[in-house]
């Protein structure tokens, strides 16, 4: 089962942010790692010899609890070389982890078997080449900060980890939330998630004097807000995206596109998704609001 153990003492290690190295076992997961750590903000390296990675680490010095490392057997010399070399960035970088991945031998053979990336070790059988690479990273594996097991870990899962790694505790802030006005008459928009259909309401457009105005106008703004149906819809609407919009975040989903349609896409939608966007803004989400068909609109 996939766990996760840290080296006693790793609490007052700054928990939370790097920088890191990230090493393992091949085909354990550590590229998975490193894109979750990409993905909120980390500046990531993969493969870099040992005579530069202390000249990395130094250039980037500026930011370095957003930096991670990624270091393996790919590298000559690692197991040999790198514990003097990890010592040495522990003493002027002492927020420094070392996270190990790992997986059982059953689990890596079955990943090498659908993958079309060799091992790194060829020179030997698939089986011989793991039990080779298990043998040489056991005395780095003792020195690290962190284990992950990732055999049985979904890549979602093993996201998750990366972004525990990185100090992401609410997933909210991994997710942009894309609110959308939109015309019928120009289609739903292809990438909608969730579309909703708000034509059943008032409809400006039947007042001359609010006819040429878009939505989000103050005068259309409080003839629709005049109207007890709009508030209604509008907060029934927010209370529906509120609800479910934490479920794509817990699938790491960075983003989600909520569209409201109307007939024309100038009036109704645009008040509506207007009302959408700054309900989720207030609730701590980042939000995008684009109206799509607003100004496709000429009188008639």
């Known amino acids: 089962m996939g766990r996760v153990t840290m080296r006693t003492g790793e609490g007052d290690r700054n928990p939370g942010g790097g920088p890191f190295i990230l090493t393992g076992y091949s085909g354990s997961g550590k590229t998975v790692l490193s894109r979750g750590l990409e993905d909120i903000g980390f500046h990531c390296v ?10 990395v680490f130094r250039c980037l010095e500026p930011r370095i609890e957003r930096v991670a490392v990624v270091l393996d057997v790919r590298t000559p010399g690692f197991s040999e070389r790198f514990p003097e070399v990890l010592e040495r960035l522990r003493e002027r970088f002492t927020t420094l982890k070392l ?10 053979l079955h990943r090498y078997s659908i993958s079309r990336r060799p091992h790194p070790i060829r020179s030997t059988s698939l089986t011989e080449a793991i039990a080779d690479e298990v043998e040489s990273l056991a005395e780095i594996r003792g020195l690290a900060d962190v284990v992950i097991d990732s055999s049985q870990l979904e890549p979602l899962e093993l996201r998750r980890q990366a972004l525990a790694l990185g100090g992401l505790i609410d997933l909210r802030e991994l997710m942009v939330l ?3 006005s939109f015309s019928y008459l120009h289609g739903v928009p292809s990438d909608a998630s969730l ?18 105005l878009p939505g989000d106008h103050p005068d259309v703004v409080a003839w629709l807000e005049s109207h007890t149906e709009v508030g209604e819809t509008v907060g029934r609407l927010c209370d529906v995206v509120l609800d479910l919009a934490p479920r794509y975040a817990a699938e790491l989903k960075s983003r989600l ?4 349609g109307c007939t024309g896409g100038r009036h109704r939608s645009v008040y509506v998704a207007d009302r ?3 309900g989720l803004e207030s609730s701590g989400y980042t939000v995008a609001l684009h109206h799509r068909d607003r100004n496709r609109w000429r009188p008639s």
């Not at 993969?46 to 000249?55: G, H, K, S």
């Not at 996270?99 to 890596?108: G, R």
């Not at 579309?195 to 040429?212: G, M, T």
């Open 276 to 278: 959408i966007a700054h």
């Open 99 to 108: 996270v190990f991945v790992e997986a059982s031998l059953q689990i890596l």
């Open 195 to 212: 579309a909703f259909d708000v034509r059943f309401l008032p409809n400006p457009y039947y007042v001359p004097e609010l006819r040429p």
């Open 178 to 180: 894309e609110v959308e």
């Open 257 to 260: 596109n909520v569209a409201v």
């Open 46 to 55: 993969d493969n870099v010899p040992l005579e530069v990675i202390e000249p």
